[in-house]
């Protein structure tokens, strides 16, 4: 008898969600009348991101190419509305001309519960815009050249490490041999350590790096779709091990570096001025600052953030952006050679590889800006719309609270944008063809006031390593890497699957 009644109980309680997502929830867009792709209860339309079937990015390109004549488009993730903009000047209005309305990301975000999201790519509001001031300055291309020694510095070992596969033509797996190059630069810029990753592929720096990027698929959807449920729950978002092995590890450098009164030319120099004093020293020494005492400083927690979304976001993205260069160029060896031609012209030119030379090198940047166009490592951009707003042409009311999804992967290979969109083709990127694209056409970096504060750093880090390799050795793509590439569903970035196996050769 009980145990029926607890049956009909079950059944009431589950016919009540359905009904209330099925005639309440999934009821905003059509109450509106924005087209919608029709969802199902209770996930919306993101089932393949919840049962880790598709790529985030992947799964929006399919989205967009289908739907994109709407310019606008609903979709329901979890049991939030979510617009779909797939229309440039739309994204520009988003992105850059009603920034005040659409300034936050709207991932989840959580001090208290997960320390490390206390970072700038995450950080909201006022927040947000008082860290983006204090830490624009560390990356100026003034700073950067004082960072170059650091990067060529294993940019050479990272060339030295490969000598032996090159002499015997060995296949090497190039994206993890990339992202020890990569923790390397990051781990010494960030965190002033030497992290040998590169001779030591298995050491702790790594290990942790990995599960940054290895994170269960229920949890990514609602980190970026749904970060009420993770808050609610106090579910953190970094495994635990992270968190302490990056807290500790700032800590004992910053109390290393100040008991012993050590200066390097780094990121880690920076934040420890940011706590010290509240700003950082200007590149120009005749223009002292006055900045009062007034002047907030960084805490050391919120400093160690700063420092982890150096890391996190650096070595990841900057490695799958050589990693795909060196893909494509390894299936394209007459570009291959026009990028090698022009390192060693360049590097005879400056008679050493050295920040202006890397300046230089005009076809190696096209070359890297169609890579990141066909692979973009980020490959959605989220927004909030934190003041309810009107979208101009297209008659929608966005009320406060919704999410906003531009389908980055999606616009960089529309083929009504860039025909024969799967072809590599640096020559996209002449001066004359940049000039014929809506500017919003292409954005690795994002766009407007939030775009990507390293962008400069990422291009200089990923440039060297090519540099350091393409100058020494040839590639050609191993039959045991897959055309065209598949991604993890595990990362909400793009990540080769299975890797990218490449056959390496000495010149």
């Not at 070595?315 to 060896?333: D, G, I, K, R």
């Not at 609270?401 to 996209?428: V, W």
Request: overall charge positive.
């Amino acid at each position: 008898m009980v145990l029926a009644e607890l049956i009909a109980a079950f059944i009431v309680i589950l016919s009540s969600v359905y009904i209330y997502y099925k005639y309440v929830i999934f009821n905003f867009w059509r109450k509106r009348g924005v087209f919608y792709i029709e969802p199902v209860v209770p996930v919306g339309n993101v089932t393949p991101l919840v049962t880790g079937k598709a790529q985030v990015g992947v799964f929006f390109h399919d989205v967009y190419l289908k739907y994109k004549e709407h310019r606008a488009f609903g979709m329901y993730t979890f049991f939030k509305p979510n617009l779909i903009i797939a229309d440039l000047d739309l994204i520009q209005t988003v992105m850059t001309k009603e920034f005040k309305s659409f300034h936050d990301r709207g991932i989840y975000y959580n001090e208290k519960i997960d320390p490390l999201t206390g970072n700038l790519f995450l950080m909201p509001g006022k927040r947000w815009r008082n860290m983006r001031v204090k830490l624009t300055p560390t990356f100026t291309s003034g700073k950067m050249k004082q960072m170059f020694v650091i990067l060529k510095e294993c940019g050479d070992e990272l060339a030295k490490h490969l000598e032996r596969n090159a002499e015997i033509g060995d296949t090497i797996e190039i994206k993890d041999i990339l992202a020890r190059y990569t923790t390397d630069v990051i781990m010494s810029t960030a965190f002033g350590i030497k992290s040998n990753c590169i001779k030591e592929p298995n050491n702790e720096y790594r290990i942790q790096g990995k599960r940054i990027t290895n994170i269960n698929s229920i949890k990514l959807a609602m980190a970026i779709f749904a970060p009420q449920i993770m808050t609610f729950f106090s579910i953190p978002f970094m495994p635990q091990s992270v968190t302490d092995f990056y807290i500790k590890m700032f800590r004992e450098t910053v109390e290393y570096r100040q008991a012993n009164h050590i200066v390097r030319p780094d990121f880690m120099n920076l934040l420890i001025q940011l706590m010290e004093r509240g700003y950082v020293d200007p590149e120009d020494a005749k223009n002292t600052s006055n900045e009062s005492s007034t002047v907030n400083k960084l805490t050391m927690v919120e400093a160690t953030a700063q420092s982890f979304v150096f890391f996190a976001a650096g070595f990841e993205t900057s490695s799958s952006a050589a990693t795909f260069v060196l893909y494509e160029l390894a299936q394209h060896q007459d570009i291959q050679e026009k990028v090698h031609n022009e390192i060693d012209e360049i590097l005879k030119k400056h008679n050493n590889l050295t920040y202006d030379a890397i300046t230089d090198m005009t076809y190696l940047h096209k070359v890297i800006n169609e890579a990141l166009r066909l692979y973009p490592p980020v490959p959605i951009l989220n927004r909030i719309c934190t003041e309810e707003i009107d979208l101009p042409t297209v008659n929608i009311r966005v009320p406060k609270g919704t999410l906003i999804t531009i389908p980055m992967l999606g616009l960089h290979r529309d083929p009504s944008i860039y025909p024969d969109p799967n072809k590599f083709d640096p020559e996209r990127f002449n001066a004359n063809e940049i000039k014929k694209r809506h500017h919003y056409a292409y954005m690795p970096f994002g766009e407007g006031p939030r775009n990507c504060i390293g962008m400069r750093f990422g291009l200089l880090q990923t440039k060297i390593g090519l540099v350091s390799l393409l100058s020494k050795y040839k590639f050609k793509l191993h039959s045991q890497t897959p055309v065209p590439l598949t991604y993890s569903e595990r990362s909400p970035t793009l990540i080769p699957k299975s890797g990218v196996h490449l056959i390496i050769e000495k010149r």
